[in-house]
T-cell receptor, first 114, second 115 residues
Framework: AQSVTQLGSHVSVSEGALVLLRCNYSSSVPPYLFWYVQYPNQGLQLLLKYTTGATLVKGINGFEAEFKKSETSFHLTKPSAHMSDAAEYFCAVSEEGGNYQLIWGAGTKLIIKP | GAGVSQSPSNKVTEKGKDVELRCDPISGHTALYWYRQSLGQGLEFLIYFQGNSAPDKSGLPSDRFSAERTGGSVSTLTIQRTQQEDSAVYLC?????????????FGDGTRLSIL
């Protein structure tokens, strides 16, 4: 069965520092992988997705993620954190040839210290 | 509007009352999803529509919950005889096509509080 693990319910970084949010998944077939961001009192917004092709995916707001099949990971990074990046981030996975369902991680709240 | 629209944005009601939550998906999106997000939690899948049909209702927590979609567009989620544990944010999402590689587009949710 598919599952998604996000390491760390809260991650705190200083403004200007590297952001690294971890996501590991389990899937028996090639996965489709997504990162979403949720700002306070808002819905979720797609940051980026991996379906096929290049394993390094660039998204909005300077974020990128790399699909590493051997590590079953899809970690989200940003070189330099900005105060506006403070939000909750969700990783999700679905399977090629599977049904519509996204399997969601529990989320990581990103805190930016001034 | 261009995005998924949900109404009301906030709803406060007394225990035992019925509530109806509305979702207006992006025009042309055939797939529609309802999720529940409790305070500090991830997303709990409730139900999925492809057109007006709901192939999967397995996530509905009890028979007090029901949902329908008409005209392949607007959907309503109804909770009967509300309980305090129903308090949560209810999120709706839509996608252009059914398919595991399709991103879902979310509304801002309805924050439901049961007194």
């Amino acid at each position: 069965a598919q599952s998604v693990t996000q390491l760390g319910s809260h991650v705190s970084v200083s403004e200007g520092a590297l952001v690294l949010l971890r996501c590991n998944y389990s899937s028996s077939v090639p996965p489709y992988l997504f990162w979403y961001v949720q700002y306070p009192n808002q819905g979720l917004q797609l940051l980026l997705k991996y379906t096929t092709g290049a394993t390094l995916v660039k998204g909005i707001n300077g974020f990128e993620a790399e699909f590493k099949k051997s590590e079953t990971s899809f970690h989200l990074t940003k070189p330099s954190a900005h105060m506006s990046d403070a939000a909750e981030y969700f990783c999700a996975v679905s399977e090629e040839g599977g049904n519509y369902q996204l399997i969601w991680g529990a989320g990581t709240k990103l805190i930016i210290k001034p | 509007g261009a995005g998924v629209s949900q109404s009301p944005s906030n709803k406060v009601t007394e225990k035992g009352k019925d509530v109806e939550l509305r979702c207006d998906p992006i025009s042309g999106h055939t797939a529609l999803y309802w999720y529940r997000q409790s305070l500090g939690q991830g997303l709990e899948f409730l139900i999925y529509f492809q057109g007006n049909s709901a192939p999967d209702k397995s996530g509905l927590p009890s028979d007090r919950f029901s949902a329908e979609r008409t005209g392949g567009s607007v959907s309503t989620l109804t909770i009967q005889r509300t309980q305090q544990e129903d308090s949560a944010v209810y999120l709706c999402a839509s996608s252009l096509l059914q398919g595991s590689n399709q991103p879902q587009h979310f509304g801002d949710g309805t924050r439901l509080s049961i007194l």
